[in-house]
């Protein structure tokens, strides 16, 4: 394993290499809210994504969609306890909007509590502990979604509870966070400050897009959607998941030929909801011509969605080409790999701009406030650690 780090020191970063051993499930960094917990092994990956117990009981922490974190647990475990919950499992969600939805795509078997007020609202999500077929979606959905709740802001109400004495420290950012991070995204999506929307999540975002995407079209009569290339995994499980039964789904996966490409828009006309590209794609890290699938989904009156996560806002600049950039911060702009983050942004020059802009608000869930407060404080050294790693690579 090898990462990059820095340390600011006054006015200069100091680059660090950290290339050792990591032994199974340790964090990185040295924080209880690391989003990266190590597998040395192709042994070891394996058996992660098998459910083997003997690695599944060596991570402690790890990417948040994915492994519920202790503070997380402990919460939940806290709330079922003081509201006679007994034999009940539960997730936490930050957000009415979010928790409406995931009981809207059940259906029967959960119900809902607002537990907490005090700054955001927070809500238990709670069904029967023995019921898996019904964990396992509700799992799914807080996965593809990236609604979930965030281990700073579990920490805070576990303190308020006094269920632990203080919060870790780590340096953050004194000023306006949110105003920080939404000037530092414009400038390097090269738009508007008003035009970037800071999500709780990079799938959030994704997710976020998408729905405001699929309301804006459907009621228009547009249901055919395209997926171009391979998507990350809960990308295209959004996709997959859903979408209505009178919507469809039309996976491209060679995303060099654009003649079938442009064919196919075509072909479906009117038709045509949105185009939904990575550029680069995740895993294969391959490039689209960008600027004639645009034209070609513009003229058709289709959505082109477009994530360059995978290079970085830092790296490519594909918001001339897209009605709806959504990124994820977790892997850059998070430089210490201790933030779940993502962003959106619209395109003023979309001719869907007004529609996109007034639903995703509306389907996002907002960071903490902690989270903000650190990702500000990262981001100022970001360009010059993506310019490390450039220079590494």
């Given at each position: 394993?090898?990462?990059?780090g820095?340390?600011?020191?006054?006015?200069?970063?100091?680059?660090?290499?950290?290339?050792?051993?990591?032994?199974?499930?340790?964090?990185w960094?040295?924080?209880?809210?690391?989003?990266?917990?190590s597998?040395?092994?192709?042994?070891d990956?394996?058996?992660?994504?098998?459910?083997?117990?003997?690695?599944?009981?060596?991570?402690?922490?790890?990417?948040?969609?994915?492994?519920?974190?202790?503070?997380?647990?402990?919460?939940?475990?806290?709330?079922?306890?003081?509201?006679?919950?007994?034999?009940?499992?539960?997730?936490?969600?930050?957000?009415?909007?979010?928790?409406?939805?995931?009981?809207?795509?059940?259906?029967?078997?959960?119900?809902?509590?607002?537990?907490?007020?005090?700054?955001?609202?927070?809500?238990?999500?709670?069904?029967?502990?023995?019921?898996?077929?019904l964990?396992?979606q509700?799992?799914?959905?807080v996965?593809?979604?990236?609604?979930?709740?965030?281990?700073?802001?579990?920490?805070?109400?576990?303190?308020?509870?006094?269920?632990?004495k203080?919060?870790?420290e780590?340096?953050?950012?004194?000023?306006?966070a949110?105003?920080?991070?939404?000037?530092?995204?414009?400038?390097?999506?090269?738009?508007?400050q008003?035009?970037?929307l800071?999500?709780?999540?990079?799938?959030?975002?994704f997710?976020a897009?998408?729905?405001?995407v699929?309301?804006?079209?459907?009621?228009?009569?547009?249901t055919?959607?395209?997926q171009?290339?391979?998507?990350y995994?809960d990308?295209?499980?959004?996709?997959?998941?859903f979408l209505?039964?009178?919507?469809?789904?039309e996976?491209?996966?060679?995303?060099a030929?654009?003649?079938?490409?442009?064919?196919?828009?075509?072909?479906?006309?009117d038709?045509?909801?949105?185009?939904?590209?990575?550029?680069?794609?995740?895993?294969?890290?391959?490039?689209?011509?960008?600027?004639r699938?645009?034209?070609?989904?513009?003229a058709?009156?289709?959505?082109?969605?477009?994530?360059?996560?995978?290079?970085?806002?830092?790296?490519v600049?594909v918001?001339?080409?897209?009605?709806?950039?959504?990124?994820?911060l977790?892997?850059?702009?998070s430089?210490?790999?201790?933030?779940?983050?993502?962003?959106?942004?619209?395109?003023?020059?979309?001719?869907?701009?007004?529609?996109?802009v007034?639903?995703?608000?509306?389907?996002?869930?907002?960071?903490?406030?902690?989270?903000?407060?650190?990702?500000?404080?990262e981001?100022?050294?970001?360009?010059?650690?993506?310019?490390?790693?450039?220079?590494?690579a």
């Amino acid at each position: 394993m090898f990462c990059v780090g820095c340390k600011e020191m006054g006015s200069r970063v100091f680059f660090m290499t950290s290339l050792r051993h990591f032994s199974l499930g340790a964090r990185w960094p040295d924080s209880p809210h690391a989003v990266i917990s190590s597998l040395p092994t192709m042994d070891d990956v394996r058996g992660y994504e098998e459910k083997v117990p003997r690695v599944l009981h060596a991570l402690k922490s790890g990417y948040p969609r994915f492994v519920v974190h202790e503070f997380v647990r402990e919460l939940i475990d806290f709330y079922v306890a003081e509201h006679g919950l007994a034999g009940r499992a539960a997730v936490l969600i930050p957000s009415r909007r979010a928790t409406q939805d995931l009981v809207d795509y059940i259906g029967c078997g959960l119900s809902s509590l607002r537990v907490e007020a005090a700054g955001a609202d927070v809500y238990l999500v709670y069904f029967d502990a023995v019921d898996r077929d019904l964990a396992q979606q509700v799992r799914k959905f807080v996965q593809h979604t990236g609604c979930g709740i965030s281990s700073r802001h579990a920490e805070d109400l576990l303190i308020a509870y006094g269920l632990r004495k203080s919060r870790f420290e780590e340096a953050t950012f004194g000023g306006n966070a949110l105003d920080q991070v939404e000037r530092e995204l414009a400038e390097q999506i090269a738009c508007r400050q008003s035009d970037v929307l800071v999500c709780a999540s990079g799938m959030n975002a994704f997710y976020a897009g998408f729905r405001a995407v699929r309301e804006c079209q459907q009621s228009r009569g547009r249901t055919a959607w395209i997926q171009l290339g391979w998507l990350y995994l809960d990308s295209g499980c959004v996709l997959q998941e859903f979408l209505g039964e009178d919507e469809c789904l039309e996976c491209l996966y060679d995303v060099a030929d654009l003649d079938a490409l442009l064919a196919r828009i075509r072909e479906l006309g009117d038709r045509l909801a949105a185009v939904v590209v990575e550029c680069p794609s995740n895993p294969l890290i391959r490039i689209c011509d960008l600027n004639r699938i645009a034209e070609a989904v513009r003229a058709a009156g289709g959505v082109m969605v477009v994530d360059p996560t995978i290079a970085s806002i830092y790296n490519v600049k594909v918001l001339p080409y897209a009605d709806v950039l959504v990124t994820s911060l977790t892997k850059y702009a998070s430089i210490e790999g201790d933030i779940m983050v993502g962003a959106l942004a619209v395109n003023p020059a979309s001719p869907h701009y007004g529609d996109l802009v007034l639903r995703t608000s509306a389907f996002h869930v907002p960071p903490y406030g902690r989270d903000l407060g650190r990702l500000a404080h990262e981001m100022q050294a970001a360009p010059d650690v993506i310019k490390k790693m450039n220079a590494n690579a």
